[in-house]
């Protein structure tokens, strides 16, 4: 059975003082919740802060990007051991707005993946479909070609360190979000894929959140969909009251298809 993970991206959001504040209320509302991976995505500079926050918690750490090499002349990028340093075991890589406004492609994407497993970082990969691929009937061929590109070349025993988020774009921030029933179809989809790509072993264990305005009221129904594994959550991991009532929802989600 695969354990739930629940993410926060924070985006770019949160000075110091914010995050701290935010994870004073998520260890308040938390409590004991061993039975869901919670990830806290803050900005770069908030990681050092949070890191400590939630040190001796079950809470992890995770970053929202990376650069493929170790170091160099790359100003403005942050290398998977620098992330490691300050004790992040997770990164987000390919978010669709990496890939929309800095031009992230597949072949980047997979270059991030290989690094960050290389230095024992959880690779969060994200794929989805924009609203005009969607209503093209092109969202499983686009989803397809993102997961062979950014996930080409994973040897097989890494792939139980790799999490994949279905995030159709034209959720993300729009309060749009995609039914139950769309997002159950593409991760069956996305799990057939993997099928090929590897086998079916690896198929049925990686993880497979969904993303895409998830809030308190939808997150329950999302999560007891058979191959929905939790949720990369955006704008309401912004708020401890909404994050907690959304990790405890991957803790009891609502009956009806959860295995
Ligand atoms: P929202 O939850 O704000 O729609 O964002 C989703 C997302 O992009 C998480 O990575």
């Known amino acids: ?15 110091v003082a914010e995050a701290v504040d935010l994870v004073a209320g998520l260890k308040r509302g938390l409590g004991e919740i061993g039975e869901v991976d919670v990830v806290l995505c803050p900005p770069f500079t908030a990681l050092k802060a ?15 990007n990376m650069h493929w090499e170790k170091s160099g002349a790359y100003t403005g990028e942050i290398a998977a051991e620098m992330l490691r340093e ?4 997770y990164v987000i890589l390919g978010h669709s707005e990496r890939r ?18 290389e ?3 959880r690779p969060i990969v994200c794929v989805g479909e924009s609203l005009e691929e969607r209503e093209a009937g092109r969202e499983k061929e ?8 950014s996930l080409a070349g994973i040897e097989k025993g890494r792939w139980i360190d790799v999490i994949i988020a279905y995030e159709p774009v034209w959720a993300i921030g729009t309060g749009r979000t995609a039914t139950p029933q769309q997002a159950q179809e593409m991760h069956a989809f996305i799990r057939g894929v993997l099928r090929e790509m590897v ?13 895409g305005s998830i ?5 329950a129904e999302l999560f007891g969909q058979a191959d929905i594994d939790g949720g990369l959550v955006g704008g309401a991991s912004l708020k401890a009251v909404s994050f907690v009532e959304i990790v405890k929802a991957a803790l009891r989600p609502a009956a009806g298809g959860a295995v």
Request: hydrophobic share 40%; net charge positive.
């Open 50 to 64: 949070v890191g400590e926050e939630i040190s001796g918690t079950q809470i992890d750490l995770g970053a929202q």
């Open 142 to 149: 686009v989803v397809e070609k993102q997961l062979r590109g």
């Open 199 to 211: 086998d079916a072993g690896v198929a049925a264990a990686v993880r497979i959140q969904y993303g």
């Open 86 to 89: 300050l004790y992040c075991h």
């Open 1 to 15: 059975m695969r354990k739930p993970i629940v993410a926060g991206n924070w985006k770019m959001n949160k000075t």
């Open 100 to 117: 929309q406004y800095f031009h992230e492609t597949d072949e980047i994407v997979n270059r991030k993946v290989h690094a960050a497993l």
């Open 119 to 121: 230095s024992y970082l």
């Open 215 to 219: 809030k308190p009221e939808n997150a």
